[in-house]
């Protein structure tokens, strides 16, 4: 679908807003597309950005789903979805999501980092330990991270200092 002058505009000024923090501002504009052109993908993906910033999980993860079903190439759509959900439902819930796109998008180490940090907050460590080695295999900035990371501790917990 070609998206009106109109609803490329409003897409813009909600993407401004959201860059100043206005995100009242950004939802009035989102508003402001006709009813044809609301369940367009790009206008979907602003009212997910507007959502998460909100803090309005149960939304969020609904768009986030649907994304996730028109363009589930979108390796992105998958994260923001098992973000939310991890937050307006479950760990479990959110840990499903990124299995489901963990083998879609098998090289994305972000996939593998957050899927160790499910896991080891599951208390499923071995497991946790396999996806954050490959994490860390795919993308180094992870090794780093990792070190920091609060979902990891009990990971971080049991492993031999030194």
Same mark, same amino acid.
């Given at each position: ?6 609803? $490329? &505009?409003?897409?813009?000024?909600? =993407? ?9 501002? /950004?939802?009035?504009?989102?508003? =402001?597309?006709?009813? /044809?052109?609301?369940?367009?993908? !790009? ?29 589930? &190439?979108?390796?992105? +759509? ?7 959900? &991890?937050?307006?439902?479950?760990? /479990? ?10 083998? $879609? +998008? !098998?090289?994305?180490?972000?996939? +593998? *980092?957050? $899927? /160790? ?9 071995? %497991?946790?330990?396999? *996806? ?9 900035? *992870?090794?780093? $991270?990792?070190?920091?990371? %609060? %979902? ?7 492993? !031999?200092?030194?």
């Amino acid at each position: 679908m070609r998206l009106s002058t109109h609803t $490329l &505009r409003q897409l813009s000024y909600a =993407q401004g807003y959201l860059e100043l923090g206005m995100t009242n501002h /950004a939802a009035e504009a989102l508003g =402001q597309i006709g009813e /044809a052109e609301r369940a367009a993908t !790009p206008v979907l993906a602003v009212w997910l950005a507007v959502c998460t910033e909100r803090g309005e999980w149960d939304k969020a993860a609904e768009i986030a789903a649907v994304l996730c079903q028109c363009e589930p &190439r979108v390796a992105w +759509h998958w994260i923001q979805w098992a973000y939310a959900t &991890r937050r307006s439902d479950s760990l /479990a819930a959110a840990r499903a999501i990124l299995m489901r796109g963990v083998g $879609l +998008h !098998p090289l994305e180490a972000v996939f +593998h *980092f957050n $899927l /160790a940090c499910y896991e080891a907050q599951l208390g499923h460590i071995d %497991d946790a330990r396999a *996806f954050l080695d490959t994490a860390c295999g795919l993308d180094a900035k *992870f090794v780093e $991270l990792a070190k920091s990371d %609060d %979902d990891l501790a009990p990971l971080r917990a049991i492993e !031999p200092k030194g």
